[in-house]
């Protein structure tokens, strides 16, 4: 079975400060996708990444894919308070045929 | 274009009822997933539907159940409900079977269960 490990579990900074967050896997993934989940609602897409070594850039949010498809990270700029939320990776398909979730990283951004 | 929309979004029940929750897709898309969420197992899924056949279905005991109908709308239903079925019951849809490409996410309906 699969097992996506997301560290670090929790991280509170400040508004202003940089930060990187990660995503492994116990196996290459299919597809890496990154979430972002607010508090009473349900997780957003943020990015799908397939090819290892890909880099995207969304705004301020820049995900990273590793050459070997077994990691990624996620790094943050400038964090604002409305950065804030549980960041989920999953992978688009493993080999069970269903997508499947790390716990997550809980990001607090101080005002 | 409306999203994915879950019904109702808030549910108190009691031990040994039983629920069941809705989940309108976005237009078009006709792939249905579910998914349990708690602060210590994070997201589970449960099962998908595609054209109204269930593609795939987790680890969860028969008391957990789901439907499609032909306008895509889904339904989960719980029955015999325990303590331990308090969660954010998520629903997700996506144009391909696998969601390969990505989630749309509804809000979640909120289970308590005393």
């Known amino acids: 079975t699969q097992l996506l490990e997301q560290s670090p579990q929790f991280l509170s900074i400040q508004e202003g400060e940089n930060l990187t967050v990660y995503c492994n896997s116990s196996s290459v993934f299919s597809s890496l996708q990154w979430y972002r989940q607010e508090p009473g609602e349900g997780p957003v897409l943020l990015v799908t990444?397939?090819?290892?070594?890909e880099v995207k850039k969304l705004k301020r949010l820049t995900f990273q894919f590793g050459d070997a498809r077994k990691d990624s990270s996620l790094h943050i700029t400038a964090a604002q308070p409305g950065d804030t939320g549980l960041y989920l990776c999953a992978d688009g398909r493993n080999r069970d045929d269903k997508i499947i979730f790390g716990k997550g990283t809980r990001l607090h951004i101080l005002p | 274009k409306a999203g994915v929309t879950q019904t109702p979004r808030y549910l108190i029940k009691t031990r040994g009822q039983q629920v069941t929750l809705s989940c309108s897709p976005i237009?078009?898309?006709?792939?249905v997933s579910w998914y349990q969420q708690t602060p210590g197992q994070g997201l589970q899924f449960l099962f998908e539907y595609f054209s109204e056949t269930q593609r795939n279905k987790g680890n969860f005991p028969g008391r957990f159940s789901g439907r499609q109908f032909s306008n895509s709308r889904s339904e989960m239903n719980v029955s015999t409900l325990e303590l331990g079925d308090s969660a954010l019951y998520l629903c997700?849809?996506?144009?391909?079977?696998?969601?390969?490409?990505?989630?749309?996410f509804g809000s979640g309906t909120r289970l308590t269960v005393v």
């Open positions: 990444v397939v090819t290892g070594g």
């Open positions: 237009s078009g898309h006709r792939s």
């Open positions: 997700a849809s996506s144009l391909t079977p696998w969601g390969g490409v990505g989630y749309t």
